[in-house]
């Protein structure tokens, strides 16, 4: 998979058994990744609780952004998130350019929230159909309340 660290946010298709194979058809950047949660984990095929995941090495607002080769057609984006020690709101903003990262458009924007020995997973399922994609960005907001906790995706898969 061909990544790239960032420091700030900023049509053929390839199945897979589950989804597009977004390793081989695009590169990656994501602002950060903790040690032994790299971001390919999101991308690993492995979902459910207790899964591998990416973790952000920092606090506070990430961006994984997905530049990929070529335009793809995109029907839905499929997202795992596990948290098991913090209790917190997160928000996620899901986005998605047309001409090559000039400008987004907006196609979601959620909250969760997690709380140990409560509500520690959550699974989306989101129906964009949407052609002509060359950039998918997720930007997270690990904690509503401004804690600098980390941000995480247990799976990512795009179909």
């Known amino acids: 998979m061909r990544k790239k660290i960032i420091t700030t946010p900023s049509s053929s298709t390839t199945p897979v058994a589950d989804g597009l194979d977004v390793g081989a058809i695009a590169t990656v950047l994501v602002t950060s990744e903790l040690t032994g949660h790299p971001v390919e984990n999101a991308f690993d095929g492995q979902r459910g609780p ?16 997905l530049a990929f080769d070529a335009p793809q057609t995109i029907r839905t984006v499929d997202l795992e998130i596990e948290e098991t020690e913090e209790s917190r709101t997160q928000e996620l903003q899901l986005a998605i350019s047309l001409d090559g990262e000039k400008t987004y458009r907006e196609l979601l924007r959620q909250e969760f929230h997690f709380s140990p020995g409560g509500s520690t997973f959550e699974r989306e399922e989101w129906t964009i159909n949407a052609e002509g994609v060359t950039h998918l960005r997720l930007q997270i907001k690990p904690d509503k309340g401004g804690r600098p906790c980390r941000a995480s995706v247990t799976s990512l898969v795009l179909r």
């Open 50 to 65: 207790g899964s591998t995941r990416w973790v952000s090495e920092t606090g506070g607002e990430q961006t994984l952004n």
